[in-house]
C-alpha cells in the first residue's frame, strides 16, 4: 500500500506498523486489487499483536441509530469468538479493540450516512480499519451535508498494482510451488523467467491488469 497524501510516497511494506501509528486508516483500491485479503491479512496481524479485531461488512451498515450500531458490532464480536467473551470484550480498554469495516462502499445507505454510521461505530476502537472502493471518497464529498467527522479525516492509503520486481517474486513463488521432482533452481528460474516475459508482453498490450489476482 502506499500513502495517497504524496504523489512520490513510497510503498509501505509493514502496513500494520502504519495502523497502529496513524490509528484511523482509509485503504482504497479498484477491483480485484486484493483489499478483502488484505483485511483477512490485518485481521490477523492484530490477532498476534494482542490487539482484538472485529470486522463488520459495509453491506451490514444499514442503520445509523446508535443502538442499532452497538447491535451490530456486538454480532460481530460473537460471529468471530461466540458470546461467552463479549463483556469481556467491551470492558476492554479502547487501544486493545480494532475495528475492521471491509468494503464500506456496499452500505445500502446513502454514502453520507454510511459516513456518519461509520464514524459512530468507531468510537468505541482504539484502531480503526477502513476498506472501499477507490471511489468512495468522492461520493462522500458530494453527499456530505456538514463538516463533522469522517472517515475522509483518516489517513488514507491505496492498494497499488504489482510492480515488475513484486510481480516476478509471485511468479517464483508460484513456480516452486508447483515444482515437480527433478527439478532445480534453474529449471525454476527460467520457467519463472518464461513466464514473466509472457505475463509482461500481455500487459504491455493491454490484454491483462497488472493486478495480484490476475497475474496469479
Known amino acids: 500500500i ?5 504523489a512520490t510516497s513510497p510503498p509501505i511494506r509493514e502496513p500494520l ?6 490509528e484511523k486508516v482509509l485503504i482504497l483500491g479498484g477491483d480485484l486489487v ?4 488484505f483485511t483477512k491479512k490485518v485481521f490477523e496481524d492484530l490477532h ?4 482484538i479485531p472485529v470486522l ?3 453491506g451490514e451498515i444499514t442503520s445509523t441509530e446508535p443502538s442499532d450500531l452497538a447491535s451490530l458490532r456486538d454480532r460481530a464480536f460473537r ?3 461466540g458470546s461467552e467473551r463479549l463483556e469481556q470484550f467491551l470492558q476492554l480498554a479502547p487501544e486493545k479493540r480494532a475495528l475492521i469495516v471491509d468494503d464500506a462502499h456496499r452500505s445500502p445507505l446513502t454514502e453520507a450516512d454510511a459516513d456518519s454510521a461509520i464514524v459512530r461505530i ?3 476502537f482504539g484502531y480503526v480499519i477502513v476498506v472501499a472502493d477507490e471511489s468512495l471518497p468522492m ?7 456538514d463538516d463533522g467527522d469522517s472517515i475522509l479525516g483518516y489517513q488514507t492509503y491505496s492498494i497499488e498494482p504489482l510492480g515488475h520486481l513484486k510481480r516476478y517474486q509471485l511468479i517464483e513463488k508460484w513456480c516452486y510451488l508447483a515444482r515437480r521432482a527433478g527439478d532445480d533452481y534453474a529449471v525454476l528460474s527460467r520457467r519463472a523467467q518464461q513466464l514473466d516475459d509472457l505475463i509482461a508482453h500481455a500487459i504491455g498490450s493491454n490484454l491483462l491488469p497488472t493486478l495480484p489476482a490476475m497475474v496469479l
Not at 498476534?48 to 490487539?51: A, L, M, P, S
Not at 461520493?139 to 451535508?145: E, N, Y
Open 2 to 6: 502506499s500513502s495517497t497524501r504524496k
Open 17 to 22: 506498523l502504519q495502523i497502529l501509528k496513524e
Open 34 to 37: 486484493g483489499k478483502t485479503s
Open 48 to 51: 498476534r499483536e494482542g490487539i
Open 56 to 58: 463488520v461488512a459495509g
Open 79 to 81: 460471529r468471530a469468538y
Open 122 to 124: 468507531a468510537d468505541t
Open 139 to 145: 461520493a462522500v464529498l458530494d453527499s456530505r451535508r
